[in-house]
């Protein structure tokens, strides 16, 4: 036996966003036996397939356009007005389990886009928080994930920005600036989601106190791939593992302290798994 002293970290797991959206999933499942979900309720698989096995159906826009009469469960990364739009068309129900922090923050774009702003957003194409956002614009914002991506002197001198609710904090004040040092007037609306980006700095604290890190997290994550990256900085000895199969026992030598830590989409559930494979060494 290696005797590892291992811990998780208690601020790691779900945000109030994705337990409110399973949850909800949940109560349906429990009342008539299926769901139907836009997209993957979480970015982790081993969730969905938690969820699978009780009856959630996981479809995309294509499939949702040949329902009619039935529940569909909105995630909490919300979706844009043409999915209102044909549940109203298909007499669809939608349980909305969309973040109040994203529907806040639609509302705000929404707001801006009838007042004629130029609205930027940053964050990740293609993303389906994002694709919620751009719709509110009807798809006329320009969304950018680097600041790279523009052409600083071809941009209108009056902008309005905003920023998908899970990006780095630091990095949407340092787009801020370089925008203003280049002249331009800048609205900057904050709408970061503190609970996420507090993560950050919390991580940064649990990764030194630790031998060893094991992240625990979805390969689709974008806040996994992020948070991930922050532990590695600060702890060279950073594993990122899916679930507790994929644990090797050679990372790690006799009374070694062992932090494991996640994601926002990751369970507690599997953090709990991963310990359990950790103290069998």
Not at 229 to 242: D, I, R, W
Request: some cysteine.
């Amino acid at each position: 036996m290696m005797n590892l002293q291992v811990h998780i970290d208690q601020h790691s797991g779900f945000c109030f966003g994705v337990v409110y959206a399973i949850e909800m999933a949940e109560e349906i499942l429990e009342e008539q036996g299926y769901l139907y979900c836009l997209g993957d309720i979480v970015h982790n698989d081993e969730e969905v397939n938690r969820l699978s096995n009780k009856g959630l159906k996981i479809i995309n826009h294509d499939e949702l356009k040949s329902l009619n009469n039935e529940k569909i469960l909105i995630r909490a990364h919300g979706e844009p007005p043409s999915t209102y739009e044909l549940a109203i068309k298909n007499n669809l129900t939608l349980i909305d389990a969309s973040c109040p922090v994203v529907l806040k923050l639609q509302n705000r774009i929404k707001n801006s886009f009838d007042k004629n702003e130029s609205i930027f957003i940053y964050g990740k194409h293609g993303h389906a928080e994002v694709v919620g956002l751009l719709g509110q614009t009807n798809n006329k914002a320009v969304v950018f994930q680097d600041i790279n991506e523009l052409d600083i002197n071809t941009l209108p001198k009056n902008l309005t920005l905003y920023s998908q609710t899970t990006k780095s904090t630091d990095k949407f004040y340092e787009i801020n600036e370089i925008l203003k040092d280049n002249g331009i007037t800048v609205n900057t609306n904050d709408t970061i989601c503190r609970q996420v980006s507090n993560r950050d700095k919390e991580l940064r604290a649990f990764a030194e106190k630790f031998d060893k890190i094991v992240f625990v997290s979805g390969t689709k994550s974008s806040n996994g791939k992020v948070l991930y990256n922050v532990c590695k900085e600060k702890n060279p000895y950073t594993y990122f593992v899916s679930n507790a199969e994929q644990v090797n026992a050679s990372w790690f030598s006799p009374n070694d302290t062992v932090g494991i830590c996640g994601a926002t989409s990751t369970p507690m559930w599997l953090m709990e798994q991963v310990k359990a494979k950790l103290d069998q060494f």
